[in-house]
């Protein structure tokens, strides 16, 4: 049985259609290490603040709600190479007075999970 082998990469010079994807890439300069981790780190900013603002807007919503105890803020899915900076970034945002947590690691729909708790003061009303 003859085994057909296929490059992992095709060279873009030798057909037309990638002729003009590889001529943009010609007239592009490496960029160097910090200004590629700057990209970076701004990249995250801009996803911690997305996450920030919407652990807020569930927080408001359970104080709408006049919750108390422990309550579940928000349920995080996210790549395993990331959840670091994920559960960082909710420890960031709220003072240990309402004992921020996070939980344990579950597996709902296949996908790997954690919930992220506060804790809200007692309601007497």
Known sequence: MAESRTPLLNNPFNSEENADESANY???S?????ALTQHYEQRWAKEKEKFQSQLKCNFFSLVER???GKQEIFMLTCPQRKENLYTQAFLDL???QYA???GDVERLAGKRTRRL???LPNNYN
């Open 26 to 28: 010609q007239s592009h």
């Open 30 to 34: 490496i960029p160097t290490y910090d």
């Open 66 to 68: 006049f919750a108390s």
């Open 94 to 96: 709220f003072q240990s």
């Open 100 to 102: 921020p947590h996070v």
């Open 117 to 119: 708790y506060v804790t």
